[in-house]
């Protein structure tokens, strides 16, 4: 596992306004991002459920699930992925509920599009970290139970392709 992508950038996109999510997505994929948008939480968790994410960018205030209980929810589908919590009715209180359930940033709106492509990469870069750490964890556990050589490879080849598949 390397920390260097080898594939785009999937990003989720979640918000109840629909024309900003399709302006979103259509300018982050002018920058090679491969994005899916959601109008809803309850949309976003069904699409995480078949499609994995390495960044979730949800917006706080939604009719329905609000952003921090999708959130939740993601994290719950797919423990890898980052968030980003987006909002235009930002709190301190709001930002620190987001930081207890480990968003990776919380961005006002509106943002600088810059801002928001530095934000998804520096928590692309984390995610990466965070899945090379797993592997290795889970691997040295493997190498210390395995009998043989083979049994090793086998192990790491397996934990390879599922770490590459989140």
């Known amino acids: 596992m390397t920390d260097t992508p080898s594939r785009p950038v999937r990003v989720l996109l979640v918000d109840d306004e629909a024309d900003l999510v399709e302006l979103l997505a259509e300018r982050l994929r002018s920058r090679g991002y491969e994005t899916v948008g959601a109008t ?10 078949h499609r994995p994410f390495d960044v979730a960018i949800i917006d706080l205030k939604m009719p329905g699930l609000d952003g921090m209980e999708v959130m939740q929810r993601l994290k719950m589908i797919q423990p890898f992925t980052e968030t980003i919590m987006f909002t235009g009715h930002g709190t301190t209180d709001s930002a620190l509920a987001a930081g207890k359930l480990d968003a990776f940033r919380y961005l006002l709106k509106p943002v600088e ?3 928001l492509i530095q934000a998804i990469e520096e928590a692309a870069a984390h995610r990466r970290r965070r ?4 592997y290795q964890a889970e691997l040295a556990q493997v190498t210390e139970h395995a009998s043989t050589p083979r049994d090793i490879l086998e192990a790491s080849e397996r934990l390879r392709r599922q770490y590459e598949q989140e």
């Open 113 to 115: 599009f810059e801002t």
């Open 40 to 49: 809803s939480g309850e949309e976003a968790l069904a699409v995480s459920e």
């Open 131 to 134: 899945l090379r750490e797993a």
